[in-house]
């Protein structure tokens, strides 16, 4: 790769040794799930996403490698290929999986860079342990890479990764994406390693964001905690002693969706079957209303809920008429914040439930699952209307699979505009989560849109989605990370 550069002024003798693959990509998690065949034996699946479905033919074509944790304590695997990819699992031991997962990406990090809607516990011992796997991911990675290899490291688990990796390997080009929101200033100052943070980041040649706030949040944050000159999206990193040593780059790379697979999946004859046993399920009302999501308290399922029942208090809404199918997908269950949403949610369904429902309806069918894809597109296809009201949310993919999945262009949604989808999904009916008043005139106004108007919103965002999915998200970034240069002085 033209990046390549030699590690030693020796070259017969290079200190370096290089590994085999020339594109990496490092993730918490590893894009495969273990399955368990009728005989006991296991293998490994292809995990459905949208990352893995762009990044898998860049991988095929380069010689590529995926470095992440495969999901289970206390387990060193060896290294596997599957999916035309090697794949190198990097342990956790039990007790990592409490300080570094559970404790600093989850109850750190996660509600920190979402707005603080709960608490962010500070914990040293947290913070330590975050390091250490860092530092392990970031070995893992720098044994694999081939000279001048290109790396992509991927979300708020892995931001010391960058630094790291530079550190040990200068001939890497390096890319960083960020999948969550970047908080203010003002509240990412909360944290205890804030410089050690951005320092991780800016070994990237270029930190990519979800919306261009992100970009400049982190910005300026770099300005304050790191007195960095900053021109246009670029930081002069200077070195220790304040000699400028190499430009990283910061900007906005919206993610997407597999867009053209869940529209073909929307025409499939038995989803779209399964589509109408769902309505004929529930009874065959007028309107259905779905809400997906994993079971996360930055996705406003609470607001959701308390609309929806004072909409059935006030009788604009009866369970004769309307269903509300909530997916909420098990998710970070020894998180405590996360056990007391389930209680908090699960108490909200049961008393709505409770109060309306009929021998033969309804009000909120409420299932604590997740689905595969099929499935979720037959409930896309089965909704009229998506209610989507996140409090602080990086993109929200659900919102854009639900309009790819309407191919026949009928159908509303309902988006938070705190959710990044926001900014591309204008025909949406956008809302404030917080005002539960705007919601709820939100909802009505979704189930009683002409269906000429829903129509023409409808095209005009599937053309969006379409267009800008998530193969050309990813062909954007790396195009930027290799034209950018290493800027290097
Ligand atoms: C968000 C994060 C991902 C994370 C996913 C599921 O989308 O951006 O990095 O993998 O949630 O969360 P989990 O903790 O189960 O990996």
Redesign the pocket.
């Known amino acids: 790769m033209s990046s390549a550069q030699q590690t030693s002024t020796d070259s017969d003798t290079e200190s370096t040794d290089y590994g085999d693959f020339e594109f990496i990509v490092v993730?918490?998690?590893l894009p495969v799930d273990r399955v368990t065949d009728d005989d006991g034996s296991s293998s490994w699946r292809r995990s459905p996403g949208g990352l893995v479905t762009a990044l898998a033919p860049v991988m095929a074509k380069a010689d590529g490698a995926w470095v992440g944790w495969h999901g289970a304590p206390d387990e060193t695997l060896d290294s596997f290929d599957e999916a035309n990819m090697r794949l190198v699992p990097v342990p956790l031991s039990g007790e990592e999986v409490e300080l570094y997962?559970e404790g600093f990406?989850?109850a750190t990090l996660w509600p920190l860079y979402h707005d603080v809607i709960a608490s962010p516990e500070f914990h040293r011992t947290w913070w330590d342990s975050y390091r250490r796997v860092n530092e392990r991911f970031a070995q893992a990675t720098a044994a694999v890479a081939s000279k001048g290899a290109t790396v992509w490291v991927?979300?708020?688990?892995l931001q010391l990764v960058p630094k790291l990796l530079r550190e040990a390997r200068p001939d890497l080009r390096i890319g960083f994406f960020n999948?969550?929101p970047f908080p203010p200033l003002e509240i990412y100052a909360q944290l205890p390693w804030r410089r050690q943070v951005i320092e991780g980041l800016l070994g990237a040649d270029l930190i990519g964001f979800q919306r261009p706030s992100d970009a400049s949040n982190f910005l300026r944050c770099v300005r304050r905690f790191k007195g960095h000159t900053i021109k246009a999206q670029q930081v002069h990193v200077t070195s220790e002693n304040g000699e400028f040593a190499y430009v990283s780059r910061a900007e906005a790379f919206p993610i997407s969706i597999d867009a053209s697979a869940i529209a073909a999946l929307a025409q499939r004859e038995d989803i779209i079957e399964r589509s109408r046993e769902i309505r004929r399920e529930l009874g065959n009302p007028q309107h259905i209303l779905l809400g997906v999501d994993?079971l996360d308290y930055t996705k406003g399922i609470g607001h959701r809920l308390k609309a929806y029942g004072e909409l059935l208090e006030d009788g604009d809404i009866t369970v004769e008429d309307a269903a509300l199918i909530q997916v909420a997908s098990p998710?970070?269950e020894r998180v405590e914040q996360y056990r007391l949403l389930r209680e908090d949610i699960e108490g909200s369904v049961g008393r709505i439930n409770g109060t309306y429902d009929t021998m033969k309806n309804t009000a909120i069918r409420y299932l604590h699952h997740s689905y595969p894809v099929e499935e979720m597109v037959a409930l896309y296809l089965a909704a009229d209307v998506m209610l989507v009201t996140a409090l602080r949310d990086?993109m929200n993919l659900v919102a854009k699979e639900y309009v790819a999945a309407r191919t026949e262009n009928r159908g509303a949604l309902v988006l938070s505009e705190f959710a990044g989808a926001a900014d591309t999904l204008r025909q949406a009916i956008l809302v404030n989560p917080h005002d539960i008043d705007g919601l709820k005139a939100a909802i009505v106004k979704a189930l009683t849109m002409p269906r000429a108007e829903t129509m023409r919103r409808m095209r005009i965002m599937r053309r969006q989605v379409l267009q800008n999915d998530v193969e050309r998200w990813s062909k954007a970034f790396l195009d930027a990370l290799h034209d950018g240069g290493r800027g290097e002085s």
């Not at 991927?154 to 688990?157: K, T």
């Open positions: 993730s918490n998690r997962y990406s989850n991927q979300d708020y688990q999948h969550i994993r998710s970070r990086g």
